[in-house]
Each structure stands twice: as C-alpha cells, then as structure tokens.
C-alpha cells in the first residue's frame, strides 16, 4: 500500500524587539539567569501588563509580507496550564482573534512545480521561561530570563507532503522575517523552533490520519529527520494492524528517534478565556498601509535587481541574498567601493574561503561592514597590491582591525613612483645578463622571469604594470 505524508507546522518566532511583550525587561540573550526579570513577567500578583506597540507592528509586517490579512479588532486571551517555566500559571496569547489570518508561503512540491502551502493564522504571544535540568545535582533549575519575551506563532495548513518542502517553507519563512527586520532566526538561540504535526493516510484518500506533534525543534536537519522517523513509524503501526495515537513526542537527535511525552492537548484543555487586563487592540487602516509602504526589500525582489540593475549572474546573486547577514555587508561594501560585481567577487571568493576555514557562518561576522569596500578601493586604486589586500582581509576577518591604518602602519603601500623604482630595476638587469640577452634575442619568457625578479627585489611593493613598464623601456633602448 502506498501512503502520503500529511504536514503542518506551528512555527514559533522570538522578535528582534529590545523590550518585553508586556514590560520593560531587555530581550537580549544569554545574560545570567534571571537577571532579565521584573514583577510583570515572573507573575507577581497585582502587576498589570502594557503591550509593547512594537510587536504589533512586527506583526503586521509579518502577516503583510505573508499574503495575510490583517485583523482590525483582536485581541488576547490566556492560555491556562501548570508547568514550572511559567510563573503566572497561563501564557497570555491570541485564540479567538489572531492579528493575521488566511496568508501563504509558495514554495516548490515535491513534483518539481510551485505551489502555495496556506498560513491559517499568525498571532502575538507571549514565551515561557527555561528549565535546566541538572543531572549531577539530580535537579531541575528555571531560568526566567525568557518569560515574556515576545513570540509570533505561525500556523500552517497540512498542506506540506515531504520533509523537502517542509525545509523549502522554513527556509522562504527564515529568508521573510530576517529581510523584515521581524526576527534574527538563530535558531541555537532558539529564536526559530517549530512543532511538527505529521500524519500519514493511503495514497488518494481525502480523510486525514491521526497526527502526532514534535515540539519545539531547532534545526532543519533534525526536522528533516525526524519527519522521516516519525512516518515511517505511524505506516510501521498502521500496517500491522495497530492505530496511531494522538499524542505530544519529543524528538531526540541523538538517537534518531522520538518518545511520547503526554497525550495531544486540544483548545478546551487551556480552558482559554478573554485576557481581562489588556484591553482589544484596533489596527487602523492608515497604520497597516504606512507598515506596508515602509516593508523592505524583499529576497526575490533583491535578487531581480541584483541582476537587472547591477549586472551579477545569477549564481551570485542567489548565493549572496540567501543569507540577510551577506546581503547586508554585499551593499555596504558595494556603496564604498562602487563596484558591484568586484564586491560580490571578493565576498564569494575570500569571505566565504574565511568562514569555511574557521567553521563560521555568515551570522557570525563580527568585523566592521565598511572593512571590506576600504580594502576593495585601495585594491582598485593601486595603493596596495591584491595579494597584499587578500592578506589584510585575513586580518580583518580574524582581529577587525581597522585595514587603512593596519596598511600605513605595517608599510604595506604599494611604491609608484619611477624615482623609487627604477634604481632596482635597473640593478637585477645589470645581475640578470644571461636572461636579458635572451629577451632581446626574442625570448618572451625571458622578461616575465626578469619582470618576476624585479618584482621579488621589491617585495612586492610595486605595481606589476608599472614595473613591465620601466622594465621595457630600459630593456629596448
């Protein structure tokens, strides 16, 4: 028998906001734990909360650049459970009126043609705290630093049917709320994670299976595999007679495999009820038009004028818009240099050499954005050589110094003038006679040797035009 996939995700998203969704605690990552905490979000009693207009805004944007429509009247509701990473005991989120709903991500099916795979909602919440479980203490510690940090829960349709359209939708889904400015992703920070429901049915068949839940997955990798695991276990069931039991597993990399955590909740297990301390947001119509007239540039409109305004290939172009982090430093370097297709050169050839070498990835640059195009135009203008430019990147890339002075300072400038040149060009002819004997009886490979001389005895420091120039006009007197 045959059987098809059948998968929708819940996608959860940590926003690039400096503050909290209800206070005024910081959401930067990886500070001491609970040090990010105030009254409102470790849940003391008699504190209110005040929504942080930025994340609606995020929102919107989100749900604009994700074909959504935008909900004008919403509002939040809690969600009620018990768990130690949530102090107030409920997670205030969105039920009833979620800000986005009815949106798509088109991708292309495994079938090789594009299709679109249906967002059912978006909607603003808030996230839990951390559990550190302490195996040699046999304890479990909480960290409340992430308690109220602001999420968007995107919600799909089960409209995907293999792990590769699966990771086609996270990646457009990444790409969107990275160009957006919404979300930075990281998904080892785990500011990106998603919830994987899977069921499997007989190939034609309308009815869905029963469908189990992955929680709180962090790499595309794991996703992919676990997919895999996880239907290939249902059909294993199926075909020896069993049923699939609706349930919560907690997929386990190291392993391969997955593990029943707890049976599937549904909506009426929250025992969810209008948020009685915040009031409806009204989204009006001018607000929604101004986020969508100041949306940026979006990867496939970037990479349609990559090609048509600035002439790069395709290729590049598609390596380069594939990380926000390379687009960013591509048209800073680009703005300094005024050489396009030389900028992409330089950031598909030394750059990503740099990154593989050390086991980075584009995220990971930590030097200064204009380090790049100053290298390019000292390059471009003959102060120092290419050689001496690869060389001074290295540098950059390792320590961000700053490549001007790290050039003045190591006497790294290439020499031009003919005053400074010609004396030794004019000493490896008078050591090198055998060689220009050679040349002038017609040898051509006799003043590359020579040129290669002149260019050793300058270390070279000296343009290797200019110094074939000199050599020549010495030579054919």
Known sequence: ???????????????????????????????EPNTHVCEICSGMPGTLPVLNKKVV?????????????????????????????LPKAYQISQLYFPICRNGHIDIIGKDGE???????EIHMEEDAGKLIHDDWEDCTLVDYNRCG?????????????????VIDYLTKLRSILQYTGVSDCKMQEGSLRADVNLSVREMGSKEFGTRTEMKNM???????????????????????????????????????????????????????FPEPDLPPIIIGKEWIESVKNNLPELKDAKKK??????????????????????VRLFE?????????????????????????????TPEDIDFDDSSLGKIIVMVEEGKISRDTGKKVFKKVFEENVDPEKYVAENNL???????????????????????????????????????????????????????QKILKELLDK
Request: glycine share 6%; with cysteine.
């Open 1 to 31: 028998m045959n059987y098809e996939i059948v998968i929708g995700l819940e996608v959860h998203t940590e926003l690039s906001t400096k503050r909290k969704i209800f206070c005024n605690c910081t959401t930067q990552f990886g500070g």
């Open 57 to 85: 805004e995020y929102a919107i944007r989100t749900g604009i650049a994700t074909n959504c429509d935008i909900t004008t009247n919403n509002k939040f509701d809690r969600k009620n459970y018990f768990y130690p990473d």
């Open 114 to 120: 594009e299709k679109q795979v249906r967002i059912h």
């Open 149 to 165: 940090v602001p999420l968007l829960e995107i919600v799909s349709e089960p409209d995907m049917r293999s792990a590769e359209e």
């Open 218 to 272: 962090n790499s595309f990798k794991a996703i992919a595999r676990a997919i895999e695991y996880e239907a290939q276990r249902q059909i294993d069931i199926i075909e020896e007679g069993g049923k699939v039991v609706q349930e919560t597993r907690r997929w386990d990399d190291a392993n391969g495999e997955s593990y029943a955590m707890r049976s599937k909740e549904d909506a009426q297990d929250y025992k969810y």
């Open 305 to 326: 004028r990559y090609i048509e305004q600035l002439g790069l290939p395709e290729y590049d172009t598609g390596l380069i818009t594939d990380s926000i982090h390379l």
């Open 332 to 360: 800073k370097t680009s703005e300094i240099c005024k050489k396009p297709k030389i900028a992409a050169n330089w950031i598909l050839g030394e750059l990503l050499m740099r990154l593989n070498e050390s086991g980075k």
């Open 413 to 467: 400038g290439l020499v031009s003038d003919t005053a400074t040149l010609k004396p030794v060009i004019e000493d490896v002819i008078a050591q090198n006679e055998k060689s220009v004997n050679e040349y002038k009886g017609g040898k051509q490979q006799a003043l590359q040797y020579l040129i290669g001389q002149c260019m050793r005895a300058l270390r070279g420091k000296a343009p290797a035009q200019e110094v």
